[in-house]
């Protein structure tokens, strides 16, 4: 079902054309974490734009232990990339409110540091910020709102975990960047530890529909319905006030 060259072929002339009525000449600038996502995403904007086009901002909260598999990338792609250190900005936020953070609001608060840290160096370097989700995240609702849910262009969120690892290694890039266990980078955990069910049961479900666990499918259509907001515009209510121009 997944044609991996024709899927690569299109997506890479996707991006040209945004770049093209959005942006002509602007930069691509991409968050890399040093896992599979954003290393296909840096990779699919090389091709469609060159890698004097794509800057990598490599974002770390004090010390990342898996730092290195983020240069690996940046260096295989040769592209130019800033290393951007959050802790302080991240700490001294938290520090600043004055109640007791909830755990999910105080997990919450990277990612959306990160995103304001991608459209500072977007600004400053005529850029356009890729979103790296992918459809089974997004599926589920596996990201943060206003954090990596977001970006001004996203080249895979149709695409799903395993359709990645087929178009990762399509695309040359290292075994260990593309097969990495996706780890969240917040708590810990695998992004399978926290979803309760694997990727590889969740992209079958995806695109056949169907599951051997009724309990995981429950789950499963659980999260999808309740993140749904997540994938639509802000709501906007409309006075029906007629306007002067269209």
Not at 220 to 243: A, C, E, S, V
């Amino acid at each position: 079902m997944f044609d991996v060259k024709k899927v690569k072929d299109e997506c890479v002339q996707w991006i040209r054309d945004f770049f093209e009525e959005n942006g002509k000449g602007c930069n691509a600038i991409v968050g890399i974490s040093g896992g599979k996502d954003s290393s296909i995403v840096a990779a699919l904007c090389v091709e469609a734009l060159g890698k004097d086009r794509v800057i990598g901002v490599l974002m770390p909260y004090g010390e990342q232990a898996d730092i290195d598999m983020a240069k690996l990338l940046v260096s295989h792609l040769g592209i130019k990339h800033y290393i951007i250190n959050v802790k302080d900005a991240i700490d001294g936020l938290k520090a600043a409110v004055p109640f007791e953070l909830s755990a999910q609001s105080a997990t919450n608060i990277p990612p959306r540091v990160r995103m304001t840290t991608l459209y500072a160096v977007a600004q400053s370097h005529n850029g356009r910020v890729a979103n790296t989700c992918n459809l089974s995240e997004d599926w589920v609702g596996y990201s943060t709102r206003y954090g990596d849910s977001v970006g001004d262009f996203s080249p895979c969120s149709n695409i799903t975990v395993q359709e990645m690892k087929e178009l990762g290694a399509f695309l040359g890039l290292p075994d260990v960047l593309v097969n990495k266990v996706p780890i969240d980078g917040l708590c810990g955990k695998t992004d399978e530890d926290n979803l309760g069910f694997t990727y590889a049961v969740l992209d079958r479900y995806i695109r056949t529909g169907e599951i051997d666990n009724p309990e995981t499918k429950e789950r499963i259509d659980r999260l999808h319905k309740i993140n749904q907001f997540k994938l639509r515009l802000m709501p906007i209510f409309d006075p029906k006030i007629p306007t002067a121009i269209e």
